[in-house]
């Protein structure tokens, strides 16, 4: 005898798109750390019209001064506003976690869903090639992939991308399987629906939750990768700014100097945790398991 399916089939069922925006809303750590989202992005966006620097004006007689009213961040080795740097580095790094992800998530997402939809030869030969790419760490197969080519923005893109494409494909193939077997699609077949329609119409749309979850968790990952690549000297060429970059420059200074590598350090770790806390948050009310408990905690 199940005790489940009686409390579950008390609830209140929400309905559309609202009940899922009104649960999410709920949960005010989603919603704090979605608005530390949107300021951080707003503020890179705006970074080149708003900070009182440029990103590589030298003063050497201002060189490794604190935190002022001046320069609210200090200054660096140079004698640059870390304060600027930071906010320009912000732009650099969202956008090389943005394209990066989006190119994983394009790619596996369309690996996974053939995969999963088609299954045998197609789903064998396909998740191989990603078992393989799973086989290297993610930094080291990053790292392979910047040492072939000539280290810089596009390339860092590329490496981020191709070591997340595979993270996606196994999301993908995964809610692939369970879906291929719904009747809605199996009465499609029966239909003699081509494939791709099929893909397009109900097996992307059903399969969304999870790849819009993964894709915050990726965006934070990205957000570090770039970080680390760059601290190591594989990312984005001095002198434009990056907040790897800008941990590296620091690491010669960190007794003298705790600025240099307190900010961009505190701007890397808010906008990953950022970005983690909303995956979460989406995690919770798209899952069907976890909307049911969170709804169960409401209707007491």
């Known amino acids: 005898m199940s005790l489940a399916a009686p409390s579950t089939a008390a609830l209140p069922q929400p309905?559309?798109?609202?009940?899922?925006?009104?649960?999410?809303?709920?949960?005010p750590v989603t919603v704090i750390s979605g608005s530390v989202l949107v300021v951080i992005v707003l503020v890179s966006v705006l970074a080149p019209w708003i900070v009182p620097y440029g990103v590589n004006e030298i003063d050497v007689t201002r060189a490794l001064q604190g935190p002022s009213a001046a320069h609210w961040f200090g200054t660096d080795d140079l004698g640059r506003d870390v304060f600027s740097r930071v906010l320009l580095a912000g732009g650099t790094?969202?956008?090389?976690?943005?394209?990066?992800?989006?190119?994983?998530?394009?790619v596996g997402v369309s690996?996974?869903?053939?995969?999963?939809?088609?299954?045998g030869f197609v789903d064998a030969a396909l998740m191989r090639v990603v078992d393989v790419m799973f086989a290297f760490p993610v930094l080291l197969l990053a790292l392979a992939i910047v040492a072939i080519f000539q280290p810089g923005m596009l390339t860092t893109m590329i490496a981020i991308g191709v070591v997340?494409?595979?993270?996606?494909?196994?999301v993908a193939r995964a809610s692939a399987l369970s879906v291929r077997t719904s009747p809605y699609v199996q009465v499609s077949q029966t239909m003699g629906t081509p494939g791709a329609w099929i893909l397009l119409r109900h097996v992307l749309p059903n399969i969304a939750g999870p790849i819009v979850v993964q894709t915050s968790l990726s965006l934070a990952f990205a957000i570090l990768s770039e970080a680390a690549l760059s601290f190591l000297g594989l990312g984005i060429q001095p002198p434009a700014p990056s907040w790897g970059g800008?941990?590296?420059a620091a690491q010669g200074f960190l007794t003298q100097a705790w600025w240099m590598s307190v900010f961009p350090g505190a701007a890397i770790f808010v906008t990953a945790?950022?970005?983690?806390?909303?995956?979460?948050?989406?995690?919770?009310v798209l899952d069907p398991r976890q909307r049911t408990l969170i709804e169960a905690r409401r209707s007491k």
């Open 111 to 119: 690996l996974g869903a053939i995969a999963g939809y088609r299954g």
């Open 164 to 170: 997340y494409t595979p993270i996606f494909a196994r």
């Open 246 to 248: 800008m941990l590296f």
């Open 273 to 284: 945790l950022a970005f983690n806390l909303v995956g979460d948050g989406l995690r919770d």
């Open 15 to 27: 309905s559309g798109r609202l009940s899922t925006w009104r649960l999410l809303l709920s949960n």
């Open 93 to 106: 790094s969202l956008t090389i976690a943005a394209v990066s992800v989006a190119f994983a998530l394009v």
